[in-house]
């Protein structure tokens, strides 16, 4: 049974950082790529950023660029999201996501709809 589960969420202050982990079980996370989501009280689920199977190629929101830095180890079938510089408007729900690629040629999408498996979501709060 495909399994996402996501870790390291919490209550940081402003400015401060974190590092999201999203632990793959029941499949090897090397041929998927793997999103970012995440979702504020009373507002549309948003994308973050993701990273493609192949060759790693990331995608970041304007929102975060520059403040955080998605990776993945696939001898850990883990992908993270480090977070800095955090800012009251980061607080959310933070859920990964993965879709296996269909060609060798695939990116990842930044689209919720463009994947299949879903964690359960980690709480990140960012206030002072």
């Known amino acids: 049974q495909l399994q996402l589960v996501e870790s390291g969420g919490g209550l940081v202050q402003p400015g401060g950082s974190l590092r999201l982990s999203c632990a793959a079980s029941?499949?090897?996370?090397?041929?998927?790529?793997v999103g970012w989501f995440r979702q504020a009280p009373g507002k549309e689920r948003e994308a973050v950023s993701c990273?493609?199977?192949?060759?790693?190629?990331?995608n970041y929101a304007d929102s975060v660029k520059g403040r955080f830095t998605i990776s993945r180890d696939n001898a850990k079938n883990t992908v993270y999201l480090q977070m800095n510089s955090l800012k009251p408007e980061d607080t959310a729900v933070y859920y990964c996501a993965a879709v296996r690629i269909r060609t060798f040629q695939d990116m990842c999408v930044m689209a919720g709809k463009g994947y299949g498996d879903w964690g359960q979501g980690a709480q990140v709060t960012v206030s002072s």
């Open positions: 029941g499949f090897a996370l090397d041929l998927y790529h």
């Open positions: 990273i493609s199977a192949i060759g790693g190629r990331t």
